[in-house]
Structures are given as C-alpha cells and as structure tokens.
C-alpha cells in the first residue's frame, strides 16, 4: 500500500507540472511571438480584475477550447477519426513521464526515482512510444475521408518515420559515450568533471555535433515550423483539416506536449539533467575546496528548480526558431534528413568510436 502511495502520489505531481508546464509554454510563445513582431500578446484575460500580464489567459485559452462547437462530419471513419487526437496526445505525454526530474529518493524503505516510469531500458521505451506518435497523424488523415487530410497525413507520416531515423541514430553517440539506457544513469554519467574539478562533462561537451542533430530531427518530428508541413492548415491543408472543437484542442495540445518532451530529453542528453555544477546527494563540493551540506530533500528540491530553468532556456530557443525561419519545400525537408542528418549522425558515430578507441 506505501508502494502504491508513493506511485499514487509521483504520478499526480509529475503529470499535473507537466500539463501546467505546457499551459503556460502556449503563453510563452504567444508573449515571444508579441515580443518578435512588434506586439504586446495576450493580456486581457483577468481575474477579479488582476491581469498579471496575460497570467490566466492559458486557463481562459482551455475553458474556450473546451466550449467550442465540436462537430463531426457524416462522412468520417469514426473509429479512425476519434481514435487519432487520442494517439498523439498519449504517445506524446506518456513519453514525459520517463524523464526524471531529480534524482531517486527514499520512502518507506525504498529507492523511488522521480519519473513516473523509472525504467533501466528508458531510452529504447522514449523512441518506440514516439515511433507510436505517427499512428495518430496517419489515423487523423485517414479517418478524415478528405484527399487534401489524407494528403497531409502522408506527408506527415513520411517526415515522422524520416526524421524518427535521424533521432535514433544521433542519441547512438550518447550512448556510446554514457554507456546506459536509463536516464537516471545518464544524468548521473554526466556528474563527472575534468580539468580540475571546473568543466563537467556534459552530453553537449561530448558530443556537440550529436547535440545539433538531435536538435534539428526532434524539431522536424515536433512539425513546428520550419517543418510544418503536415501541419501548414492556412497554405497546403494538414492531416487535421476535418477536426474541430476539443478533438482539434488535443492535437494542439499535442504539439505543445512535444515541446516540452523535446525540450526535457535535450536537457537530460546533453545539458546534465538535473546536475548542478559541483551539487551531489549530500550537497555542494566545490573544485577549490569547500564543501556545502545539504538534507537530501533540499539537494532534491534544487535539483528540480535546475531542470525546469534548463527546460525553460530550451523552450525559448525552441519558440524562437518557430518565429524565425521559414518553411522548408517537402522536397528540402526530406533532402536534410536523409542526405545531411542521417549521414552526419553516422560521420559521428564512427568519430565517437575512434576517439573512445585511441583514448582506451
């Protein structure tokens, strides 16, 4: 019964940071995307008269999605059509919850890691549920019985499996470099430090290439813009054109899923996790001596404040390239997973081996 307490109780903070995270990244974008075109944002919404600067318009933005008029054309495969902005929104939240967010703590006895699937395989369990994501953009286009949605989902099926290769093939470096498949263990593997104690070696230090190239495929999945193809409604009609009301809600909200999901497996591959510089369970120890002791739910509490302000840094960047670029062509966008990304992820793996080979 603790056990499944403790389980209880991780699964509703994880889950609930997590929706609470993307809320506020749909503000966000809409202040940077103000910011960048001259604008003020969103900032009507108030609450007993405070507006706080748009604080409670993710709240208003979700009471109006789920108000809007849900209607379901007469010629849709409905089994495929319902079923699809669930897909998406489960493969892409599920995904969130193997990312840890501190390190493990102990209750009643036992050794609780603070990710809802503490799992020893994590990495291989992240990219088969994101392989599963695509089933959602192929039920939607089909389901919709609409050749311009059909269009759209294979357009976005064929991106998805194009740059799922991409991203596979870029974590291979990583994973040669911290031999593990649990997260936990990476973030770890990354609390180690050369040159005296001052540099520490994190993914983005090791393998920078890898860093980019997981940067760039993880954007062309999350079909954001510059790689919006499958998702461009306004120019070239995406996979969701026949969607409306609360079922269009769970595909944007799946998208923002995506950014936050993105955005915590690029900070737990190459930017430490949740590591502070000289921070361990019992505290700080410093390169030029000192030493600082700390309770080990201080060190936790900690830990979790740096992840979020990484996460955060992360998200912004990610935004930012939303409203800076333009969309690739399909054509270009194929040509730089398969004839720049996958090759160079593979130039990288064969340089990672060479290098691991010479300094052993």
């Known amino acids: ?27 966000l974008e809409r202040k940077e ?61 599920i995904p969130v919850g193997a990312v840890p967010v501190a390190d493990s703590i102990g209750l009643f006895g036992r050794k609780f890691p603070l990710s809802v699937i503490g799992s020893n395989v994590g990495v291989v369990l992240i990219l ?17 019985r609409n050749k311009y949605g059909v269009l759209g989902g294979m357009r976005g099926t064929a991106q998805a499996i194009s740059y ?63 790689f919006d193809i499958p998702e461009g409604e306004s120019e070239i009609i995406g996979y969701f054109l026949e969607y409306s009301g609360m079922k269009f809600g769970m595909f944007f909200v799946a998208d923002f899923v995506e950014i936050l999901l993105l955005a915590a497996l690029f900070t737990t591959f190459f930017l430490g996790g949740y590591n502070l510089p000289w921070l361990f369970t019992e505290g700080f120890h410093f390169p030029w001596g000192g030493s600082l002791a700390m309770s080990p739910i201080i060190v936790r509490i900690v830990q979790f404040v740096t992840f979020n302000i990484k996460l955060w840094i992360m998200i912004w960047f990610l935004l930012l390239v939303r409203w800076t670029y333009p969309r690739y062509r399909f054509d270009q966008l194929m040509d730089l997973g398969w004839k720049s990304l996958v090759p160079l992820s593979i130039f990288n793996i064969l340089i990672t081996a060479a290098v691991m080979v010479v300094i052993r």
């Open 164 to 226: 799922e290769v991409a991203i596979g093939l870029s974590l291979v470096g990583v994973l040669m470099v911290f031999p593990s498949l649990d997260l936990n263990e990476i973030v770890h593997l990354q609390n180690r430090y050369i040159l005296g104690g001052w540099v520490p070696l994190w993914g983005i230090f090791l393998q920078p290439l890898a860093a980019v190239l997981f940067l760039i495929a993880g954007m062309a999945e999350n079909k954001r813009v510059p």
């Open 128 to 144: 088969s549920l994101l392989s599963l994501a695509v089933y959602g953009v192929i039920f939607g286009g089909y389901g919709s």
């Open 1 to 27: 019964m603790e056990w499944v307490i403790a389980v209880a109780v991780k699964v509703i903070v994880i889950f609930t940071w997590a929706l609470l995270t993307v809320l506020y990244i749909t503000l």
């Open 33 to 93: 995307s103000a910011v960048i075109q001259d604008r003020i944002g969103a900032n009507r919404a108030s609450i007993l008269g405070l507006r706080l600067n748009g604080f409670f318009q993710p709240y208003a933005d979700a009471l109006k999605m789920f108000f809007k008029e849900d209607y379901t054309p007469p010629f849709v495969d409905k089994p495929f059509y319902y079923l699809a902005p669930l897909v998406s929104i489960v493969f892409a939240l």
